[in-house]
Structure formats: structure tokens, C-alpha cells
Nanobody, 130 residues
Framework: DVQLQASGGGVVQTGGSLRLSCTTS????????IGWFRQAPGKEREGVAC????????SIARSVEGRYSAASDNAKRTVYLQMNSLKPEDTAVYYC???????????????????????WGKGTQVTVSS
């Protein structure tokens, strides 16, 4: 069975940092792109970062560019989301998801269409206090 599990959320003060982890199993990691999405109460799900499992190429959403970064450890089948300089508006449930890699689809496009992801994990809550 395909599984994705996000972890590492918590409560942090404005300006603080958190690192989320997404551990995966049940699919060929190199054939997929892992994306990070977030959803705040009353808002649509938003893509923030994604990374290709085969070559580590990544895309970061403009809304978090310069503060968020993504990395992967293929041996551990784990993708990380490093979040720095956190703001209260970053408060949301963060999810990781996987989609089969398609060379015709730019990574940036993946962030725009959460409904295109093949598999989702349960989210982890990130709360940034002011």
C-alpha cells in the first residue's frame, strides 16, 4: 500500500523555524514527485513546494520563496520541508502528496493543481503564534 506520513508540525513563534518530514512507502520513489501543500481554515489547499524523487529538482511557491526549502533523502524515502522566518499566516495543516513524474508537466504546475496528486498523507498542524 502507498503511504505518506507528514510529521514535525507544532507551535512556533513568529520568526521561528520548523522542519517537516514526509516518509513514504509503497511506490518507486524515483518515479514520483513529492509535493507539500497547506490548508488554512476557510481557505483552499495551496501548494508550497515540490521535489522530484529522481534528481532532486524542486519548485518553491512564490508565496514562501526565500523562507521555505525542500530536500529529499532517497535512501530514507523521505522529503523534508524546511520553513524559516515563519509568520502567523503560515498557520495551516501541512500535507505531503505524491504524483507520478511526467516530463511534460513543469514542477511549478504541480503546485497549482492539488487535485492532480495521486496519493495524499495525513497532515500535520503548524501554528505560528504572533
Amino acid at each position: 500500500d502507498v503511504q505518506l506520513q507528514a510529521s514535525g508540525g507544532g507551535v512556533v513563534q513568529t520568526g521561528g523555524s520548523l522542519r517537516l518530514s514526509c516518509t513514504t512507502s509503497g511506490f518507486n520513489f524515483d518515479d514520483y514527485i513529492i509535493g507539500w501543500f497547506r490548508q488554512a481554515p476557510g481557505k483552499e489547499r495551496e501548494g508550497v513546494a515540490c521535489i522530484s524523487g529522481d534528481d532532486g529538482v524542486k519548485s518553491i511557491a512564490r508565496s514562501v520563496e526565500g523562507r521555505y526549502s525542500a530536500a529529499s533523502d532517497n535512501a530514507k524515502r523521505t522529503v523534508y520541508l524546511q520553513m524559516n522566518s515563519l509568520k502567523p499566516e503560515d498557520t495551516a495543516v501541512y500535507y505531503c502528496a505524491a504524483v507520478r513524474r511526467n516530463s511534460a508537466v513543469p514542477l511549478a504546475m504541480i503546485l497549482l493543481f492539488p487535485t492532480g496528486m495521486n496519493y495524499w498523507g495525513k497532515g500535520t498542524q503548524v501554528t505560528v503564534s504572533s
